[in-house]
């Protein structure tokens, strides 16, 4: 497939806590699709919303099983990216920073900053190094519809905010909350990294709606974070996160023209070519198909 054609929309959603029962598609089907990267979260939903093909995968599982330092980042957006999805869409709970971010609000979130340790953050590695560029880590084409999208199903959306991400599980102290907002962050949440580096890997456009859920820790005299506080908060937005997704359905241009993301590998990858790991290469015949799916 050549990425500097223009192509149909194929919109990957990667839903977190509250949404794990997905987004009702139209000739749905739920498939378990495998990856040489291990265990997705679980099966994925295949199917179409107005005539766009949409694959969906719960990020924590069915029945949210699965704990944010233990999804595998991987596994997901390997599968996602041998359905053919073409741009990806992350849905997250995400605690406020901002005291004008209130629960109940979204936010398209456009940087990150990663307090993450240990977790698989690249599909590269020895036989097969890259570096690929991550100053502007998501796709304002998706960013900008997605957030539109949010504001058209009745959602007040932030266009722009920089999102922390923490290991967790616990939720931070109010000494970390309270360091988070000097460092500039807008929103904390368990999961944004490495997702948004892997899609840019897999040469996916990648953007992430956040649903404010909480005001985290730092306010003072406030009480902490409660896990079920931000599950209601959630069940309460789940229906608005869904609308949303069928307002960037009906949003999107009939063709999709190409993004400078679907080329993220082609300067990226500064192994030389007898050096390669043929093992690796296997291994990335879905994330970097168009790099070496014919060649090697
Ligand atoms: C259930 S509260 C904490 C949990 O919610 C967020 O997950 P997701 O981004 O998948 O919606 C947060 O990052 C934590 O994993
Ligand atoms: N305050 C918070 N901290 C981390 N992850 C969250 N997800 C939702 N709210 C959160």
């Known amino acids: 497939m050549r990425a500097d054609k223009p192509r149909s929309w194929h919109i990957g959603v990667i839903g977190g806590s509250g949404l794990a029962a997905g987004i009702a598609l139209d000739d749905a089907q739920d498939i378990a699709v495998s990856s040489p990267f291990g265990a997705p979260s679980g099966p994925v939903t295949t199917g179409r919303l107005g005539g766009v093909r949409f694959t969906f995968i719960a990020r924590h599982g069915a029945g949210h099983r699965i704990p944010p330092a233990a999804i595998n980042y991987r596994a997901n957006i390997d599968v996602l990216k041998r359905c053919g999805v073409t741009d990806l869409l992350g849905l997250s709970a995400i605690g406020s920073l901002r005291e004008d971010m209130a629960p109940g609000s979204f936010v398209a979130v456009d940087q990150f900053i990663d307090r993450t340790s240990g977790r698989e953050n690249s599909f590269f590695g020895p036989g097969l190094v890259a570096h690929v560029g991550l100053a502007d880590p998501v796709c304002p084409r998706l960013a900008v519809l997605a957030g539109a999208a949010a504001r058209r199903a009745g959602a007040e959306v932030y266009p722009a905010g920089c999102y922390l991400t ?21 929103v904390i949440g368990m999961t944004a990294m490495p997702e948004a580096r892997l899609a840019r890997e897999a040469e996916l456009p990648y953007a992430l709606l956040g649903m404010v859920t909480d005001w985290d820790a730092w306010r003072e005299g406030a009480a902490g974070v409660e896990a079920a506080d931000i599950i209601a908060v959630m069940h309460a937005n789940a229906a608005l996160a869904r609308e949303a997704v069928r307002a960037l359905a009906a949003s999107l241009p009939p063709v999709r023209e190409p993004s400078p993301i679907d080329r993220a590998l082609d300067s990226a990858i500064i192994t030389a070519p007898d050096a390669h790991d043929p093992r690796l290469i296997a291994r990335l015949d879905a994330v970097a198909a168009r790099l070496f799916g014919e060649r090697e």
């Open 166 to 186: 923490i290991d967790g599980p616990q939720f931070s102290t109010r000494a970390e909350s309270r360091l988070y907002r000097a460092w500039g962050a807008d």
